[in-house]
């Protein structure tokens, strides 16, 4: 090998893997094992006082997991990371990490819907108490900072609307708080926007998209951008205090720029639970082998049939930030020039009933609650993902009543508009 730094696809491909030193196997196995035998009893005390690095259990680790773990650590540029269960594992054990009953997270109101309602019920039922704000008023954030506040939670590219948000007007609010920021940067992927490089201090995705890219693996990853320092006032007792069940040890204190990916791991994954099987893991990892090749094509097609669809007169509106004139336009791009991704949402002159039935006359677009597939999807998220929040909440998050998602795939985009054509129709 040489000094090169290797590039994103070189990445995308390698990082984390090396020739199985068994057997010599040249794709990364899958460890389907529950558990790995000890070299003796010290080794063992000394994997479980986190004196040693090893594998113990999967529920805490896999081999085939660490590959898929230092891969997207290695795209997202951050220190480490860890691979769990889906998309929702993340966000549950990344906060537990940061709050306790009674403290406060600032999220973004343009989120997946199913982060609307985790957030408003079951972290609810934690005690974490979730303040929103808006993106397109960076000063909303800084009002909603209270002495309560944990974090910031936001959505670099959010669904459904595909609006692209400003990260570092964010984390500029986030640094003067003195809290992380935390992207979710599930619809970008690492290919369009690194959230590191705009100042987020823990990324994380549902590896269910595009990561995955395939439609077959449900997964969840965080990362850890080794950029926060843990201990500076006492907000974050798990990272900055001595440790009963590991002999006292600080977290931060030991594991240096790592320690919010140890503490997710050993104290958060062991305790919950939500840990991702290996073979998902393998099938994630192969797919990211060809993320940047999927992505392109993904972004390429939906810009043109964003733009096809923008002059269709049974539309409305198509919310696209690739589209020259889209209010995101700018925003998308600075933070994402190859592309603006490849979800977004038209609104129908039909209302409710159009949006119904244009996802049921399609046929090329399969209707399904899923995005970042090879395939192209489509949904009403009013009458599905989004019926459970109000109207009010409908609208806000960019899921009113008229709003159809697409999600566009790597098929022909003329077989796509063909198919878009004959529905609309
Ligand atoms: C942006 C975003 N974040 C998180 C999730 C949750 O991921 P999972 O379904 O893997 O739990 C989703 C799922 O659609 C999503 O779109």
Not at 229 to 237: H, L
Not at 348 to 375: E, I, P
Not at 390 to 395: F, H, L, N, P, S
Request: hydrophobic share 45%; proline share 5%.
């Amino acid at each position: 090998m040489t000094d090169r730094q290797p590039g994103f696809s070189t990445l995308a491909i390698h990082a984390g893997a090396q020739p199985d030193p068994t057997t010599g196997a040249r794709a990364t196995p899958i460890y389907q094992t529950t558990s790995f035998v000890f070299n003796d009893a010290d080794h063992a005390a000394s994997l479980f006082g986190l004196q040693a690095f090893g594998n113990i259990y999967t529920r805490i680790g896999n081999p085939t997991n660490a590959v898929l773990e230092e891969r997207v650590a290695a795209l997202e540029g951050g220190t480490a990371a860890l691979a769990v269960a889906s998309g929702h594992a993340a966000q549950v054990v990344a906060l537990q990490v940061l709050l306790k009953p009674g403290d406060e997270f600032i999220a973004a109101r343009k989120l997946y819907g199913g982060s609307i309602n985790q957030f408003s019920h079951a972290f609810k039922s934690f005690g974490w108490n979730v303040v929103w704000a808006d993106t397109d008023d960076i000063a909303s954030f800084e009002r909603a900072v209270t002495p309560h506040t944990r974090a910031i939670f936001i959505e670099s590219i959010a669904n459904p609307g595909g609006t692209v948000t400003d990260i570092e007007a964010i984390a500029a609010v986030a640094r003067k708080a003195g809290v992380p920021l935390i992207v979710d940067n599930t619809l970008a992927s690492p290919y369009l926007i690194r959230p590191i490089d705009h100042g987020a201090d823990i990324v994380l995705h549902s590896l269910t998209k595009f990561l995955g890219g395939h439609g077959n693996s449900i997964g969840g990853i965080i990362v850890d951008a080794g950029t926060f320092d843990w201990s500076k006032d006492g907000k974050y007792p798990i990272l900055s205090e001595p440790r009963p069940e590991y002999h006292g040890i600080k977290l931060q204190e030991t594991f240096g720029n790592f320690a919010f990916a140890i503490a997710c791991r050993v104290l958060a994954l062991r305790d919950l639970g939500p840990a991702l099987s290996p073979f998902n893991a393998f099938m994630i990892l192969t797919g990211i082998e060809t993320l940047p090749l999927r992505m392109q094509k993904h972004c390429d097609n939906a810009k043109a049939i964003a733009e096809w669809l923008s002059t269709h007169p049974a539309v409305a509106g198509v919310n696209y930030a690739g589209l020259a004139g889209d209010k995101y336009n700018n925003l998308a791009r600075k933070y994402c020039p190859k592309g603006a991704g490849a979800v977004f949402t038209i609104s129908l002159k039909g209302g409710y009933d159009a949006g119904v039935k244009l996802v049921s006359k399609l046929q090329l677009f399969s209707h399904l609650a899923n995005v970042g597939d090879t395939r192209s999807l489509v949904i009403h998220p009013a009458s599905t993902t989004h019926s459970q929040l109000d109207d009010a909440q409908k609208t806000k998050s960019g899921a009113g009543p008229d709003v159809v998602r697409l999600s566009i795939g790597i098929e022909d985009k003329e077989d796509l508009i063909a198919d878009l054509e004959q529905a609309l129709a």
